[in-house]
């Protein structure tokens, strides 16, 4: 395509097509491709990439951006961070199966058409309506160029980690060869303006660490450094459904046996406390009040 900007829908099976939107600068250089809507209750990565699209200029743009806004139509119709087509957690099965469930087939076709196309990765996620993530930048500890990537992007929170499970977005990036960041905001189900800048201003942040457009990154001011596994299956669990009563809050630094939080029944009587398991960082919240056994209730992380 000449320089611009294209809308295009990329099919996967169906009824299912993912909307695609492309910039094509007007000199040659490398390709970022960013994802967001993996899961379908995170709404802030959407809004940033449209906000993106409708104020570039690709005059100025030297490779490519690949974007596909909402990775997951269905999830997203139904604001559920899993599918109700087949109940999968889209971001747990990449690199998908073109003969697999819809959450896989929807994995294969952004594996073999968007991620694998890639120079650099960036993948758009927040806490969705019923937990609280930091607003910030998520890298591959042992990558420095990831490191660099988070440093440039701009979020009030970086956050590295030494290992990355199977099954995401960004361990297939790893397979691959291909350098990454995720994003993650605060969430609850609304986008806050500050969490919108952040984004926005980290897309653009990037473009300009890699080259890919004029200038030097803007960052407001030097991050908190996280690290740890950060994986929000392997929190604080409930063992029980309950109505939540947080003692913590996000991000606040707490030492090893300290309350986190306790769940109480519909008489406001005390079924379980929470405690920190270890000194470390609040990295994640429960902030729906009301949950259900198995529910990750609170994770932890390190601080530099």
């Known amino acids: 395509m000449p320089s611009g900007i294209a809308r295009e829908w990329l099919a996967v099976s169906g009824e299912i097509s993912l909307p695609l939107l492309r910039a094509k600068g007007a000199l040659p250089g490398p390709a970022l491709a960013v994802t967001a809507g993996v899961h379908g209750d995170e709404f802030e990565g959407v809004r940033a990439l449209f906000d993106f ?9 030297r490779g490519s951006v690949i974007a596909v806004p909402v990775a997951n139509p269905p999830a997203h119709r139904a604001c559920r961070r899993t599918s109700p087509v087949d109940g999968v957690n889209l971001a747990r099965v990449f690199p998908g199966r073109d003969d697999g469930t819809v959450s896989e087939q929807i994995a294969a076709v952004l594996t073999r058409e ?23 930048a998520g890298y591959a500890a042992f990558d420095p160029r990831g490191r660099a990537a988070a440093e440039a992007f701009g979020a009030p929170v970086i956050w590295g980690h030494p290992a990355i499970e199977p099954g995401r977005t960004i361990s297939i990036a790893l397979e691959l060869g291909i350098p990454f960041l995720y994003c993650e905001a605060w969430g609850s189900g609304r986008i806050a303006p500050a969490d919108l800048l952040m984004m926005r201003r980290g897309i653009t942040n990037l473009l300009r660490h890699l080259g890919m457009l004029p200038g030097m990154p803007d960052i407001p001011a030097p991050p908190r450094v996280l690290s740890g596994a950060g994986n929000t299956d392997d929190g604080l669990a409930a063992g029980a459904d309950g109505f939540l009563m947080l003692d913590v809050l996000l991000l606040d630094r707490v030492i090893a046996g300290q309350l986190l939080g306790r769940l109480v029944d519909l008489q406001g009587s005390t079924i379980e406390t929470y405690a920190a398991p270890r000194s470390g960082t609040v990295a994640l919240t429960h902030e729906m009040p009301v949950v259900a056994r198995g529910d990750t209730l609170f994770l932890l992380a390190d601080e530099e």
């Open 53 to 61: 699209f409708n104020s570039l200029d690709t005059s100025a743009l």
């Open 114 to 136: 968007v991620i694998g196309k890639a120079d650099f990765y960036l993948d758009l996620h927040s806490g969705g309506v019923r937990y609280a993530m930091p607003s910030m």
